[in-house]
Each structure stands twice: as structure tokens, then as C-alpha cells.
């Protein structure tokens, strides 16, 4: 489904970002305030979100605006895939989430299963690259690369019970039998791609 309307109020919002934080001159400063303010009308009015959250939502961020960036790790044993699950909606997900400064996609994608898993991994290989606006995940307000990272336990026969700060659950699937998914991590045709690229490790990263 289009939403013309979300990828207006992105755009807006995106160059009144980048307008806020190189201009100098004080009329263009005001103008760009009002881009800013104009894109969260937008959002206001389609989401019937209150504006006074809409900063702190959606236009809160400073510098030249880029896509956020989403990690997520890609486990497998005995064919099965691991999935936590989410204490947000009880949908489940790939282990992981927003990328950290200072932190490499590989130290990211180690502590994300460690803390919502409670399990250790080493990184292994990048497999995909994908951006959100070409699949089935949910409107977003921000823009988002996911990034799908296949990891290995490092003692795969131990037992997994784990309750994590975000996560209830911790399970290892079939991938012809999978739960429900929350589409806004990732969504079942993005799971089986990756299953996909782990099955055919000559294949090449997959970047949208």
C-alpha cells in the first residue's frame, strides 16, 4: 500500500533538518522551522498523533538526516531460526533492534541476542541490506535500512530459557511454521530470504 502522504511529510521533515543545521541566515532559519512544523502537521493529521509528542516522535533529531538503521541477527540451528518474543505486542522477531554509536553492526548484533536471547554468539557474514519502503513492514516515520546478520552460537546445545528486559520468550522455529511476526522488525518473506542466502553461501550480499 502507498502512503504518499508519510513519504511527503519524511521529505518535508528531512530538509528542514538539513536546512535547521547548515543555514546561516536567520529568514532561512524560520523558513525551515516552518518546513519542520508543516511536516508534523502532516503527521498529526493522518495519525492523530498530539503535536506536542510529535517532536519527541518524529522531529527531534539534529544534523544532516539520514535513514535509521536496523540489525538484525540470523540464528540457526537444526534448520530452525531463532525468534524472541516481543513483550511490546507478544509478536515475534529476529533478535535485535536501532544500530549503537560507537558500536560496529557485528558488536551490535553480539549484544542483541545476548540481551534479549540470553544466548552468545560470534558474527559470521553480512547476507542483506534491505530497505523497509520496498516490503510488506508497516508505515514508519523515519526512513530504515535493515541489516540481516547471520551469527552462530557459540555452544549450540545449550538450553535456552531467557527473559529478557524487551523479550518473554526465546524459541527456535521452522521456518514453514512460524508465529506471528512483528512486521515492523521484520516480516515472514524477509525471514525466509534469509534463510535462503544462509543455504547458498555463495551467494551474494543481497543490497536493495
Not at 513519504?7 to 529568514?27: F, T
Not at 509528542?53 to 531463532?82: H, M, N
Not at 540481516?148 to 531467557?162: G, V
Not at 514453514?176 to 521484520?186: F, T, V
Request: charged fraction near 25%.
Amino acid at each position: 500500500m502507498s502512503y504518499e502522504w508519510l513519504d511527503w511529510a519524511k521529505q518535508i521533515q528531512s530538509i528542514a533538518q538539513i536546512g535547521l543545521a547548515y543555514s546561516k541566515d536567520v529568514y532561512d532559519l524560520e523558513r525551515f522551522e516552518q518546513l519542520r512544523k508543516l511536516s508534523m502537521e502532516i503527521m498529526a493529521r493522518y495519525t492523530e498523533t498530539e503535536m506536542d509528542e510529535l517532536p519527541r516522535l518524529f522531529a527531534s533529531e539534529s544534523g544532516y538526516a539520514t535513514p535509521k538503521v536496523d540489525i538484525r541477527a540470523v540464528v540457526v540451528r537444526d534448520g530452525q531460526i531463532l525468534l524472541v518474543q516481543e513483550k511490546a505486542d507478544g509478536s515475534w522477531s529476529l533478535p535485535g533492534g536501532w544500530a549503537d554509536i560507537g558500536l560496529s553492526p557485528a558488536e551490535v548484533v553480539v549484544k542483541e541476542v545476548r540481551e534479549e536471547a540470553g544466548i552468545n554468539v560470534r558474527f559470521i557474514k553480512l547476507l542483506a541490506v534491505l530497505d523497509t519502503k520496498l516490503y510488506d513492514n508497516p508505515p514508519s516515520p523515519y526512513h530504515v535500512y535493515k541489516m540481516f546478520l547471520h551469527c552462530e552460537m557459540l555452544n549450540p546445545n545449550e538450553t535456552i530459557e531467557f527473559e529478557g528486559v524487551e523479550t518473554s520468550k526465546v524459541s527456535f522455529w521452522d521456518v514453514h511454521h512460524l508465529p506471528e511476526l512483528s512486521r515492523e522488525r521484520n516480516t515472514e518473506d524477509q525471514v525466509r530470504m534469509m534463510l535462503e542466502l544462509i543455504h547458498n553461501p555463495g551467494a551474494p550480499v543481497h543490497c536493495d
